[in-house]
């Protein structure tokens, strides 16, 4: 059975950071991604990264300010979270799926059930 389990959310002030990690287990996936829900809102990809970690891709809004890495041996995937902003605000999903080219169009197989970031102004 496929488990993805996020942690590693919480508050943080604005211009903090914070970083998510997801431990993967039950199962070996090409690529791995975060994506995020706001309040309110749709859920919106935010970073994935391919099986080898030379690959990777974000969201606009996070560029240069948030890192996805992963460690094969440890099937875990972290999401470094620098300079936050208080519209970072969500619930930030652990994702995989079999290729880099659907991660980085958002399309995922497996889901964590998510962690909860809170930034405040």
């Known amino acids: 059975q496929v488990q993805l389990v996020e942690s590693g959310g919480g508050l943080v002030q604005a211009g903090g950071s914070l970083r998510l990690s997801c431990a993967a287990s039950g199962g070996t996936f090409s690529s791995y991604g975060w994506l995020r829900q706001a309040p309110g809102k749709e859920r919106e990809f935010v970073a994935a990264?391919?099986?080898?970690?030379?690959?990777?891709a974000y969201a606009d809004s996070v560029k240069g300010r948030f890192t996805i890495s992963r460690e094969n041996a440890k099937k875990t995937v972290y999401l470094q979270m620098n300079s936050l902003k208080a519209e970072d605000t969500a619930v930030y999903y652990c994702a995989a799926t079999t290729s880099f080219a659907r991660a980085s169009r958002g399309q995922y197989d497996y889901w964590g059930q998510g962690t909860r970031v809170t930034v405040s102004s």
């Open positions: 990264i391919d099986w080898s970690g030379s690959n990777s």
